[in-house]
């Protein structure tokens, strides 16, 4: 029946969650040490001082570990994101932005191998299932649910836009109405050319592409995000 609460978990499911954690706590410190391409469900059997054949019972192949370890960093990376959206009153679009892009930072900065899983290189010979897509788009969906909001209230860029052309139209199609109503074109663009410069400068600071280039890099994202929200017409 609607609103009855739900029923308390079994001490076996408690049991079952707490090993899970367990299981994927070692598999983030295995995936800090060796890379993912190395995780080896039998060494963290050997670490958690399991039997094998148990861990498999949760995550019978690597495959199947690496796309826990991908959903919950995607979920946690997707929860900094949108806490940092709800910080700011709905109505105060330069506020949301501001949250939503330091939650984002802070938080790679903080997990920069979960960051790397990620945002990172491919794993050789894996491939992410349909299963990893609600939690990979929330980050996007947080940022074009705001743009969209942003149009809604009557802003646009404030920064000059190239018209896209024909084929440009055509490939962002998806991307303009992604969580509901229909993006403007200019802003479609902007927001994806805003999306991908968060995290090509977040990448480019964690994999040590702009050492000794740029000296305080907290100083120089806050400048970044600000004229992003100029751009965007914030």
Known sequence: MSGMPSAPRTARALARAELTRQILDRASVQM???????????????????????VYRYFPSRDALLTALLIRAFDDLGEAVEHGDASAARDDLRGRWTGLAQGLRTWAVAHPHEYALTYGSPV????????????ATRVSRALLALILDAQEAGCSPGAPTRAPKKQELASIAPVRTFVGGELDEIYAVRGLMAWATLFGNISLELFGHMFKGVLDYEAHYHTLVEQLADDLGL
């Open 124 to 135: 050789p010979g894996y491939a992410a299932p349909q299963d990893t897509i609600d939690s």
């Open 32 to 54: 800090a040490e060796v890379g993912p391409a190395a995780l080896s469900v039998r060494q963290i059997a050997r670490d958690l001082e399991m039997a094998s054949s148990a």
